[in-house]
């Protein structure tokens, strides 16, 4: 079984940074891929970053490039999402996921395990 814990959620205005975390527990994390999702009021989840097992390779939504960057620290179990210049609708519950697999995916379909989310809030 395997868990994942976010933080590092809140409120930032327009334009500020948050750095979001994910604990996983439970399986040999450096051999997974990992990604970060969003899902904003109304809205459908949405792909926004991934990476992974070895953190050589990632991928980002078109939305979040440049601006976002996904990493990861295998000895201690955890993936970071680094946000900058955020936005108002950037505004989202962020969640993790762990894909029981080597390659990266944009789908949410094919993550095996995720995370309670945090509230991510930008203000204009």
């Known amino acids: 079984q395997v868990q994942l814990v976010e933080s590092g959620g809140g409120l930032v205005q327009a334009g500020g940074s948050l750095r979001l975390s994910c604990a996983a527990s439970?399986?040999?994390?450096?051999?997974?891929?990992m990604g970060w999702f969003r899902q904003a009021p109304g809205k459908e989840r949405e792909f926004v970053a991934a990476?992974?097992?070895?953190?050589?390779?990632?991928n980002y939504a078109e939305a979040v490039k440049g601006r976002f960057t996904i990493s990861r620290d295998n000895a201690k179990n955890t993936v970071y999402l680094q946000m900058s210049s955020l936005k108002p609708e950037d505004t989202a519950v962020y969640y993790c996921?762990?894909?029981?697999?080597?390659?990266?995916?944009?789908?949410?379909?094919?993550?095996?395990?995720w995370g309670q989310g945090t509230q991510v809030t930008v203000s204009s």
């Open positions: 996921a762990l894909r029981v697999g080597t390659y990266l995916s944009s789908q949410g379909g094919r993550y095996d395990y």
């Open positions: 439970g399986r040999t994390f450096s051999s997974y891929a």
């Open positions: 990476v992974i097992g070895s953190g050589g390779i990632t």
